[in-house]
């Protein structure tokens, strides 16, 4: 087929003036859709993954649910978002011209800075995803007018002033002076921008089947390749060793997987160019936590990238250092929200840092709350890292956090409120005391991963075994999922997290084996099939397998009852968020300090916290004079994620003995007594009571009349502490 641009300039027009005619028509050209996108074939291609997820479009989120609330927010402004604003700083660099009116997309990405462009490529990623989550052709012809622009611009740059290949929304010059390792902000990461612009690229591909997509970015590739395969192992580690310029996304996934999709070697050659090569690759292998004051968003993403140059090439330290990584991250560095890195004042031994977006020291958590911090974006790679780590070992606790950060941090990062002019999403999601989330965030990193966050909410709920012998349901959230290999629909009715059961129903007759996750929080998880309770043992943090053969009809219903309960940071057990289930509540107040919460006058005999619930709203509650709230509500409430537990006196239930909580190291007399919980009795509660007095009694921490008030009052609470 003839290039387009030597047609036109056969027939004598320029490619300039044919842009905006071409642009307007693409739709009626676009190539058509697969009625399977390639992705599906795609992720079953995949050599290693033990656990395969499901093509984005198999899986639709039901409407009612938090999840769809905050989706269709985005989809609004995915509806109302111009292609002419998408391809403007694209077509300015190449010489073609735009519609009265165009403009580019402002932030980061506008008619100047030098991260222009990127924000395109979150945005072409948003339509893509939007698509195959809704099938509707809105934004299907978003997708399609956006790569035939993308492909304009291409072939008018090549013929400009440019290497074959190169597409940026900026010239060539970031790219070369990255060569001669100039800094930021001469230069601004631009191969992180060639990744958003790749990424988005092969998202229209894989999910909407456009071909052009692929021609597009097979030449970027190509582009990639060359530049880089000029330069030594040495140039190239200084290159992205220097801080914000030589941040690359994740250029080695987007390698790897168009090696994965053409089979051309220069890709996976080209995947491994971007090798950490200088500090962090080395060190993650030999297992050496070195992740202080490093950036943390420029790493995490590289990370993931490793794991797709593992899935293609088989060389194992590839996969080694991603689970390294991940675990020096979760649980060391990790906020109660699912969150990382932010800011720390000076200690003995410790300069103070004041960049939010940095990696805290191991272990540093409630050392490190007090500025901005957790950003937003970092959390969004660490979920793809988590997922991808499970694809090659199913192990749920890369689920524990997948669903933490998801209900928590990402939720709670969409306001909620509809804007057509702002993807409303956080930047940091702090940690201060009292702070207050800012919405926003139009061309900047979060806000570009954040209109990818809650167009995809479908992409973990559900996984299966490669040979479709097992399904894996991860995430109690409201979907239907269409497993077409085997015949089956799989409808999940729930509003989790407003909601604390969930429904399966399975229409078509299949096989297969039932792997249903019981989260590390769910203890009360329960399971019933057809309506028949199902005894034996569960145990958090596990899968329960379900092994017969299903029918048209079943139904799968499981109730995982949300326990009040406190979680101590690393670094100071007194320092403690307050979990409801898989969520994280907010404490609402201003005020800037510590606020004390004590709540073992609110414990039962299961270990439940029972707090006082507030009337009509879902999952609240007020404690110690404050609102407790789920931080998934997107609202500009200043709130405290920390508390600072104190428990001054021992009491049980409205039985104050009256007696010191005193601590035996860093562990209190009730502190203590609770590790103990569940109780199966109130005689099992007193026992324990009687041997932790002992103890304390034994070193010197309770003399014996105090020792009497105390179990008096254990006696005495026996209705208090009922379940
Ligand atoms: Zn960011």
Request: with cysteine; proline share 6%; net charge positive.
């Amino acid at each position: 087929m003839p290039d387009r641009r030597d047609f036109l300039k056969a027939a004598g027009a320029t490619v300039v003036g044919s842009a905006i005619t071409a642009s307007s028509s693409a739709a009626a050209a676009s190539p058509a859709i697969a009625a399977e996108p390639p992705q599906t074939a795609f992720l079953d291609a995949n050599p290693r993954w033990v656990v395969r997820p499901f093509p984005l479009h198999r899986v639709s989120i039901m409407d009612g649910t938090v999840f769809a609330e905050k989706r269709d927010r985005v989809l609004q402004y995915a509806a109302a978002y111009p292609v002419d604003r998408v391809l403007h700083n694209f077509r300015v660099t190449a010489g073609l011209p735009r519609p009265p009116g165009s403009a580019p997309p402002g932030g980061w990405d506008d008619a100047t800075g030098n991260l222009r462009g990127h924000f395109s490529g979150h945005l072409l990623t948003m339509f893509a995803q939007a698509y195959a989550g809704t099938g509707s052709s809105v934004y299907l012809d978003k997708v399609n007018q956006v790569v035939a622009g993308l492909a304009q611009c291409q072939q008018a740059m090549a013929g400009r002033f440019s290497h074959p290949g190169f597409l940026a929304a900026y010239p060539e010059t970031q790219f070369i002076q990255l060569e001669s390792f100039a800094t930021y902000p001469t230069v601004w990461a631009p191969y992180y921008t060639c990744h958003k612009i790749m990424r988005g690229l092969l998202d229209a591909y894989l999910l909407t089947g456009n071909t052009q997509a692929l021609q597009v970015v097979t030449r970027m590739g190509d582009w990639v390749h060359s530049r880089l395969s000029r330069l030594s192992r040495t140039t190239l580690n200084r290159m992205w060793a220097i801080y914000i310029a030589g941040e690359n996304g994740a250029m080695n996934e987007v390698m790897a997987d168009l090696f994965a999709l053409t089979g051309n070697q220069n890709y996976l050659t080209a995947s491994m160019y971007f090798d950490n090569r200088q500090s962090l690759f080395g060190a993650c292998l030999a297992n050496q936590d070195t992740l202080t004051r490093l950036h943390a968003n420029t790493h995490v993403p590289q990370f993931l990238g490793y794991l797709r140059v593992f899935d293609q090439s088989g060389v194992a330290e590839y996969r080694t250092v991603a689970e390294n990584f991940f675990r020096m991250v979760v649980p060391h560095r990790m906020y109660a929200h699912g969150g990382t890195s932010g800011t720390w004042p000076a200690a003995p031994g410790l300069a103070a840092n004041t960049n939010p977006e940095l990696f805290q020291p191991r272990g540093n958590i409630s050392g490190s709350i007090g500025g901005n911090g957790a950003e937003t974006c970092t959390t969004y790679n660490l979920l793809r890292v988590a997922r991808n780590l499970f694809f090659h070992n199913p192990d749920p606790a890369y689920l524990e956090y997948y669903e933490r950060g998801l209900v928590n941090h990402i939720l709670g990062s969409r306001r909620d409120a509809a804007s057509t002019s702002s993807p409303n999403v956080t930047y940091f999601f702090p940690l201060a005391l009292g702070s207050v989330r800012s919405f926003g965030n139009l061309g900047t990193c979060c806000g570009g991963t954040g209109l990818e966050n809650h167009t995809k909410y479908q992409e973990t709920i559900y996984f299966r075994a490669p040979d479709n012998s097992a399904l894996y349901v991860n995430l109690y959230i409201g979907s239907v999922l269409q497993w077409t290999e085997k015949g089956v629909t799989v409808t999940q009715t729930t509003d989790f997290p407003r909601a604390q059961e969930s429904t399966l129903t399975i229409s078509g007759s299949a096989t297969f084996d039932l792997n249903l996750r019981i989260p590390q929080w769910a203890d009360g998880f329960r399971l019933w099939i057809n309506g028949v309770e199902q005894t034996g043992t569960k145990t958090p943090g596990t899968f329960l397998l379900v092994r017969r053969p299903w029918s048209a009809g079943d139904t799968v219903r499981v109730a995982f009852p949300f326990k009040t309960r406190t979680e101590s940071t690393l670094d100071r057990t007194d320092v403690q968020a307050i979990r409801h289930g898989p969520l994280v509540l907010g404490a609402i107040s201003t005020a800037t300090t510590l606020r004390n919460f004590s709540l073992y006058a609110n414990a039962k005999l299961d270990g439940r916290l029972a707090l006082a619930p507030v009337t009509g709203a879902t999952n609240q509650f007020t404690s110690n004079g404050l609102r407790l709230r789920p931080v998934y509500l997107g609202d500009t409430q200043a709130h405290h994620l920390y508390v600072r537990r104190n428990e001054p006196t021992i009491v049980f239930g409205t039985r104050n003995s009256g007696v010191p909580n005193r601590l035996s190291g860093t562990q209190s007399f009730l502190d203590a007594v609770w590790s103990g919980a569940p109780f199966a009795d109130h005689p099992t509660f007193v026992a324990r009571v009687q041997q932790v007095s002992t103890t304390w009694r034994g070193r010197g921490l309770l003399s014996q009349s105090e020792q009497t008030a105390v179990l008096n009052a254990a006696r005495a609470a026996e209705p208090d502490l009922r379940p």
